[in-house]
């Protein structure tokens, strides 16, 4: 990934269809997309990020980021911002490969991750891969709708990692 990606990046941080299931703010311009994937400091322990392709085409981000050697535990976010490769099983390969990463290379024992409680497709893909909920985390998603609503957090071991079927 590179400032040529910028505008990808952008039109996608910029789809309500694409956003409306995160909650961190993103930067507003190309130009600042731009300066972030340029000064973005190159993959470590504590904060990896991959791009994801499908098609020789850019599709999304996936990211493993607080990372800890001491206690092998790491968040998992994941957005595709390309719509038109939603439900055709890359979420599900994507989840997939990232959490073996973590657990082969990074040696990671457990991989978290909040989901907002309404994202079902979402928990689909998190399920198909073996997350378990975990918990209910209430009035904490701000929905499309501006209404405070809940999310859930899900954890996966390495044993609970399902095979590609
Ligand atoms: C969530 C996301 C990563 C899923 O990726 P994807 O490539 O579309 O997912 P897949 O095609 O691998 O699987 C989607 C699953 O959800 C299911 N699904 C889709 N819409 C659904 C719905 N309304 N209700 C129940 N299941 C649904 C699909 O049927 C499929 O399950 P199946 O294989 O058992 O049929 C992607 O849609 C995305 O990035 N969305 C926007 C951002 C986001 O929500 N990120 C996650 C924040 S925690």
Not at 103 to 127: G, P
Request: proline letters at 2%; charged letters at 30%.
């Amino acid at each position: 990934m590179g400032v040529d990606d910028a505008e990808a990046l952008w039109r996608w941080n910029h789809d309500a269809d694409v956003m409306r299931w995160m909650d961190e703010g993103y930067a507003e311009t190309v130009a600042q997309v731009a300066k972030w994937l340029e000064e973005r400091p190159p993959n470590a322990y504590g904060d990896v990020l991959f791009g994801v392709e499908a098609e020789k085409t850019l599709i999304g981000l996936v990211r493993l980021h607080g990372a800890e050697p001491e206690v092998g535990l790491a968040d998992m976010d994941i957005y595709l911002g390309e719509k038109d490769f939603w439900g055709r099983g890359f979420g599900t390969d994507t989840v997939r490969a990232v959490c073996l990463y973590g657990f082969r290379k990074m040696r990671l024992r457990k991989i978290t991750l909040t989901v907002a409680a309404e994202n079902v497709s979402a928990q689909r893909v998190y399920r198909k891969v073996g997350f378990v909920e975990e918990g209910r985390l209430r009035g904490t998603f701000r929905d499309a709708e501006g209404r405070w609503a809940d999310k859930l957090t899900m954890g996966l071991f390495e044993s609970e990692l399902t095979p590609t079927s």
